[in-house]
């Protein structure tokens, strides 16, 4: 499967003979939590990724994108919480958050050129997407979201503290005026789409 059929996962699922497969599936998991229904999805389609390990999350999202659109009824089939659709999607956390505040910087000086220690710190471990998250949560107008596709995420760090977070996530499936600056038709997007990355959250 190549990298730009994996991103076409809700594209794929939505489909009318797949779509009923989704249903059958649900009907015969009944109670099983999201990320376990999630992976028996990832089986039977195939949904894998370079390393041959099942799509857990892009998946997951497009099943509950296909759940908000109406096509399919997680709720009441699949065991996950019923959010608010009031409440603002920043309290989403998909890999949780810290049981504390984050410590705030201290003593940051007012030039770049002055912090001391400053480096980039690629997310590996739970804890420290934990704290991206909080971060994010704190500082980013939509919060942590929930990136589709390939993820990378970077801590800001410095001898001072925290100072920023990055993340960058897989490309948007089709976006108009992209392509169209670009140049790319229908199979040139397809071919070439994976060579493109989101800046997703930045501060």
Same mark, same amino acid.
């Given at each position: 499967?190549?990298?730009?059929?994996?991103?076409?996962?809700?594209?794929?699922?939505?489909?009318?003979?797949?779509?009923?497969?989704?249903?059958?599936?649900?009907?015969?998991?009944?109670?099983?939590?999201?990320?376990?229904?999630?992976?028996?999805?990832?089986?039977?389609?195939?949904?894998?990724?370079?390393?041959? &390990? @099942?799509? #857990?999350?892009?998946?997951?999202?497009?099943?509950?994108?296909?759940?908000?659109? =109406?096509?399919? %009824?997680?709720?009441?089939? #699949?065991?996950?919480?019923?959010? &608010?659709?009031?409440?603002?999607?920043?309290?989403?956390?998909?890999?949780?958050?810290?049981?504390?505040?984050?410590?705030?910087?201290?003593?940051?000086?007012?030039?770049?050129?002055?912090?001391?220690?400053?480096?980039?710190?690629?997310?590996?471990?739970?804890?420290?997407?934990?704290? !991206?998250?909080?971060?994010?949560?704190?500082?980013? @107008?939509?919060?942590?979201?929930? @990136?589709?596709?390939?993820?990378?995420?970077?801590?800001?760090? %410095?001898?001072?503290?925290?100072?920023?977070?990055?993340?960058?996530? =897989?490309? %948007?499936?089709?976006?108009?005026?992209?392509?169209?600056?670009?140049? !790319? &038709? &229908?199979?040139?997007?397809?071919?070439?789409?994976?060579? #493109?990355?989101?800046?997703?959250?930045?501060?």
């Amino acid at each position: 499967m190549d990298a730009y059929k994996r991103n076409l996962i809700k594209e794929t699922l939505s489909r009318s003979e797949n779509l009923a497969k989704v249903r059958q599936l649900m009907a015969e998991n009944v109670g099983a939590t999201l990320a376990v229904f999630t992976n028996v999805v990832c089986e039977f389609f195939n949904f894998k990724d370079y390393n041959g &390990d @099942p799509q #857990i999350s892009t998946c997951g999202q497009a099943l509950v994108a296909m759940d908000a659109q =109406g096509l399919i %009824s997680l709720h009441g089939s #699949i065991n996950f919480k019923q959010h &608010d659709p009031r409440e603002s999607p920043k309290k989403q956390l998909p890999h949780g958050c810290l049981p504390t505040d984050v410590p705030e910087p201290v003593n940051v000086p007012e030039t770049v050129e002055e912090v001391e220690d400053l480096r980039l710190v690629l997310v590996g471990s739970e804890a420290d997407r934990q704290l !991206w998250n909080c971060v994010m949560e704190k500082e980013h @107008p939509l919060g942590a979201g929930q @990136p589709m596709g390939y993820q990378l995420f970077y801590l800001v760090q %410095s001898k001072h503290g925290l100072l920023g977070a990055i993340g960058f996530s =897989g490309a %948007s499936l089709k976006l108009e005026k992209r392509d169209k600056f670009i140049g !790319w &038709d &229908d199979s040139q997007r397809k071919e070439n789409l994976d060579r #493109i990355v989101n800046m997703s959250r930045f501060f």
